[in-house]
């Protein structure tokens, strides 16, 4: 059974940093692409970040600069380590697998999301 | 304001179809078949029924199916259920300021 387990979230300062943890289990880690996609309280889905099976990134307009995502394959785990924070990043930050199904990415599974809110 | 662009809400009888309108641009919906659709019930996290504009993860019912024409997608969900009763997202591949975006989400009610 794929398993996606967020951790790392909670209440950071504007300016401050979070770095934010998915631990991945019941399929090969390695050779999936992953991604976060945060939703913030109330609104709708925002795609923030994703990274391949080689580790290469791609980011949101929005986060680019700010975030880094990274994975240790031997580990199983997805990292979004997230600096100068804004109120504006307050959100759900959920982990998610890609399908594989072709070119695009396709969330099949998702955790059930880590709560991050900055505020002073 | 979202890249894409879903009707607040809709809504429809048990037994009925609805459709779901995803207005984007040449530069995502219209410009590649990335499109896909997410359904969220309150509380969960979103669970993908729709890739590639048309096609089914196993296991999602056959009553959704999508289908693009234009710079517009669309998710159809036939003979609505209770279940049904969600939020839903479509969601495109950009060749904008960012390479993946979703739709501000629509709310269908099942009357």
């Known amino acids: 059974e794929v398993q996606l387990l967020e951790s790392g979230g909670g209440l950071v300062q504007p300016g401050g940093s979070l770095t934010l943890s998915c631990a991945a289990s019941g399929f090969s880690f390695g050779t999936y692409a992953m991604a976060w996609v945060r939703q913030a309280p109330g609104k709708g889905l925002e795609w923030v970040s994703a990274?391949?099976?080689?580790?290469?990134?791609n980011y949101a307009h929005s986060v680019k600069g700010r975030f880094t995502i990274s994975r240790d394959n031997s580990k199983n785990t997805l990292f979004l380590e997230m600096n100068s924070l804004r109120p504006e990043d307050t959100a759900i930050y959920y982990c998610?697998?890609?399908?594989?199904?072709?070119?695009?990415?396709?969330?099949?599974?998702w955790g059930q999301g880590t709560l991050v809110t900055v505020s002073s | 304001q979202t890249p894409l662009t879903q009707p607040a809400s809709v809504s429809g009888a048990p037994g009925q179809s609805i459709t779901i309108p995803c207005a984007g641009t040449?530069?995502?919906?219209?410009?590649?078949?990335?499109v896909s659709w997410y359904q969220q019930h309150p509380g969960k996290a979103p669970k993908l029924m729709i890739y590639?504009?048309?096609n089914r993860p196993s296991g999602v019912s056959i009553r959704f199916s999508g289908s693009k024409s234009g710079n517009t997608a669309s998710l159809t969900i036939s003979g609505l259920q209770a279940e049904d009763e969600a939020d839903y997202y479509c969601?495109?591949?950009?060749?904008?300021?960012?390479?993946?975006?979703f739709g501000g989400g629509t709310k269908l009610t099942v009357l």
């Open positions: 990274i391949n099976d080689r580790g290469s990134p």
């Open positions: 969601s495109s591949y950009s060749t904008s300021i960012t390479p993946w975006v």
């Open positions: 998610t697998k890609d399908a594989g199904y072709s070119s695009g990415w396709y969330g099949d599974y």
């Open positions: 040449s530069s995502d919906v219209g410009g590649y078949n990335f």
């Open positions: 590639d504009v048309s």
